[in-house]
């Protein structure tokens, strides 16, 4: 049996992450680390909480071994009294055989729901966490996936007991790019379910099969088609439903925003696993984005769904709701580093009951609107950055007064590094909530310091919060107070620590009661390397095997740009090997379609553009090489990225000796010369007859000959001026120039001496 330990005592157990390699470098490692999290106070509001939480792994990874690479991860968890092994899988990946790439997996698993993503920002992909086994098999064009296994649910605050259901699970899929403009997937999915635990069962046996397409119709334009047959028999029912899901949508790239459109349907049956969320649902969502200067950005969207949309069985008898939303704004950049945006947001909610569902309180259906209206500005002054936002937020609800209230809130937060090494931030909001029984105001306020404690990232951290609020249906005050402190950072080039404790008081139980709750979470990482560093070759892709759980995502495709409209339009390439950074730290390259992603970013503004230190020789980058970008968490931001493509002018300068206006194979070259390029942008003089201007960017150019360089007595035959255009189909120009160059007739002087022979006057001169 595992006993609780005297609160005094710190838990030293070790667990295992993901080792922190920088750049692109592999090497194998055997990762111990520790995580504990320690909770004492006040009974009631420890609330049944283990007083000690331990958590332990060993992560092995050797990337470089004659089976491929190779991972294994197992957890030492505690459930109840006990100590129980945790979240624990084994996989070898990048396996070569048969002339295709595989990887294996067992155990506790991750694994997507989808064949594709197809990347709208309103949708999700569902990771699937089951025990079991899954085997990839990829080609340059195709992968292939098998697996299967029993659902589970990751419990304790670190996510790592792996408690297995009475769910299983069998899927088959596969995609096939036919070609760099076409993604085609097919699905086969099985499900059985019997018990949940304490989790809500709604559909105990469904069969579905399906695909789909993505079409690139150019690099700024992509169509989306998917559908699956569904059947399925829900909890409580013991008929089996014929149903159907299915995505069709469509992407537009913008050289300076984004368009997306899609219809949904999802079916109950679609899929019924536990950590589902795209299941009883249809709707519509549009959505665009566009800057309109340098300055403006504009963005809007709307969006209509039904929800339970095809009620059988019991546990699916809730009620029907049909909800609209639309929302709209615009952010500006303003002098001094700052920016000013505005967010409206309006919608409304109707619930139906269905047959056969209960009547409450003789209420037989709900109806709501809400509605939204922000203002935030943010700037940035040498060392202080300051941001504050402005809400008004109104609910009505037609059927319940309680649900009916307008609030209105005021934030701030202030930073500032006093040097390099120390900061400070405070932060306060101020709201007022007002109902149909009065209203009231709350506050909350905050403050603390960051140091550096030593190099190269040991940081302390102290934060200070009080706040005081009403309780808008009991209308009992409730202040709070909280402390937290951490340490957190490397103690030596392989070890890292993070102390962090949460200090807080708030009511319970009597009315004027607070109690006291103190979290404590202790983490030590240590990192034993094994082998020697290698190198690996990976590149950015947006087909989702790495989706974010978190955070927000930024993707993309870099273009060449034949005519600097900033728009991709037909013919104009993808680029592949671009580097694209995003702020000053990540960057990616793109893939041999000319995409890229980044996922798990933080939400806020980003900036994202080209890496101008590292672009190929024959681009150039455009006006603006990079954008500024608003991420959501959960949401998905596209954007086109161009280069101007180089090429090369050249020419010659000829003689029209035989004087018939012709350049004929015999006509001798001219040197010396100066040509022109644009107006004077660009000149260069002409040596053993030729001139050449390299890399001159895609477009219209005009050539000029300078008249005043010609030598003495040469004219020209037709223009001094021409044109010549960069094009994708002809990356060289060539441009010939003729001139005529006439004997200038000798002078001579004669001067008249005193008494030369055939002098005439004295002292004259002619």
Not at 305 to 330: C, K, M, Q, V, Y
Not at 681 to 689: K, T
Request: aromatic letters at 6%.
């Amino acid at each position: 049996m595992f006993r609780a330990v005297p609160r005094r005592i710190v838990a030293g157990l070790f667990v295992v992450c993901t080792p922190a390699i920088a750049g692109a470098q592999q090497q194998g490692s055997v990762q111990l680390s520790s995580d504990t999290q320690i909770v004492s106070g006040n009974g009631l509001r420890q609330a049944g909480e283990e007083t000690i939480e331990p958590d332990a792994a060993v992560l092995w990874t050797e990337p470089g071994t004659s089976f491929g690479a190779f991972q294994l991860e197992t957890h030492l968890t505690r459930r109840g009294d006990e100590l129980h092994v945790g979240r624990t899988w084994l996989t070898f990946h990048d396996v070569k055989a048969a002339g295709l790439t595989w990887s294996f997996e067992g155990g506790d698993l991750y694994n997507r729901s989808d064949p594709t993503d197809y990347q709208f920002s309103n949708l999700t992909s569902t990771t699937l966490t089951f025990t079991g086994g899954f085997v990839t098999a990829r080609s340059g064009r195709t992968t292939i996936q098998a697996g299967g296994g029993r659902s589970n649910a990751l419990l304790n605050i670190f996510g790592t007991d792996a408690q297995a259901l009475g769910q299983t699970l069998g899927l088959v899929r596969a995609t096939v790019r036919p070609d760099d403009r076409w993604t085609l997937n097919a699905r086969a999915v099985r499900t059985r379910t019997s018990d949940l635990g304490g989790f809500t069962r709604t559909v105990d046996a469904s069969d579905q099969a399906g695909g789909g397409a993505r079409f690139i119709v150019t690099p700024s334009w992509q169509l989306v088609a998917d559908a699956s047959y569904v059947r399925y028999r829900a909890t409580g029912s013991a008929v089996e439903t014929q149903d159907y899901s299915y995505v069709a949508g469509s992407h537009l790239l913008l050289g300076r925003g984004s368009v997306e459109l899609n219809a949904t349907r999802f079916s109950p049956g679609d899929m019924p696993v536990l950590s589902a969320t795209m299941q009883d649902r249809s709707g519509i969502f549009a959505s665009m984005d566009y800057d309109v200067s340098k300055r403006a950005h504009v963005f809007a969207g709307w969006e209509s769904a039904d929800t339970n949309i095809n009620p059988s069985g019991t546990a699916l008898l809730r009620p029907e709701a049909t909800s609209n939303r639309g929302f709209g704004g615009i952010r500006l950049r303003v002098p001094g580093r700052s920016t000013i945006a505005v967010r409206l947001e309006r919608g409304g909610r109707i619930a139906q009951p269905v047959a056969g569902y209960p009547v409450i309180n003789g209420v037989l259906a709900t109806q709501s609107d809400t509605g939204s209206y922000s203002a935030e500005w943010q700037t940035s002054v040498d060392r202080l950055t300051a941001f504050t936002r402005f809400s008004i937020r109104n609910n009505i609800d037609v059927t319940s007064g309680t649900g009916t209230f307008t609030q209105r809130e005021t934030s701030g937060q202030v930073f500032y590094d006093v040097s390099r090494r120390r900061q400070v931030f405070a932060g306060a909001t101020i709201g007022n909530e007002i109902t149909q029984d009065g209203g009231h105001n709350y506050i909350d306020v905050s403050g603390g310091v960051q140091q550096q404690l030593r190099a190269p990232a040991l940081w302390m951290r102290l934060e200070a919060t009080a706040s005081q609020n009403r309780d808008r249906i009991s209308r009992l005050l409730s202040p709070r107070s909280a402390l937290s402190a951490g340490l957190n950072g490397q103690l030596t080039r392989y070890t890292s620590i993070g102390i962090n404790v949460y200090v807080d008081r708030a009511p319970v139980g009597a009315v004027g009661q607070s109690g006291w709750l103190t979290r404590s979470m202790i983490r030590v990482v240590h990192t034993i390397p094994t082998g020697e560093v290698r190198l690996e070759n990976s590149r950015a892709t947006v087909d989702g095997s790495h989706r974010s759980r978190g955070g927000g995502s930024i993707v993309g495709t870099v273009f060449a740009d034949w005519n600097g409209n900033g728009i991709p339009d037909p013919g104009e390439d993808f680029l592949a090997g671009i580097p694209v950074r995003l702020g000053a730290s990540s960057s990616v390259t793109t893939s041999r379609d000319g995409q890229f992603s980044f996922v798990n970013i933080p939400p806020g503004t980003q900036d994202v553009g080209l890496d101008l230190n590292a672009l190929p020789v024959d681009f150039d980058p455009p006006p603006a090489p990079d954008v500024s970008l608003e991420v959501a968490r959960g949401e998905t931001r596209r954007v086109a990225l161009a280069l101007i493509p180089l090429g090369t002018i050249a020419g010659r300068v000829v003689e029209d000796a035989n004087k018939n206006g012709r350049i004929d194979p015999d006509d001798p070259v001219v040197d010396g010369i100066v040509i022109s390029l644009d107006g004077g942008a660009r000149s260069e003089m002409v040596h053993n007859g030729r001139f050449v201007f390299s890399a001159v960017r895609a477009g219209d150019h005009r050539v000029e000959l300078l008249k005043d360089s010609l030598p003495d007595g040469a004219a020209i035959v037709g223009e001094t001026e021409t044109g010549a255009s960069i094009t994708r189909d002809h990356v060289q120009a060539e441009v010939t120039f003729l001139v005529r160059i006439e004997k200038r007739p000798e002078i001579r002087k004669k001067f008249r001496g005193g008494g030369g022979a055939d002098s005439g006057d004295s002292g004259g001169r002619q």
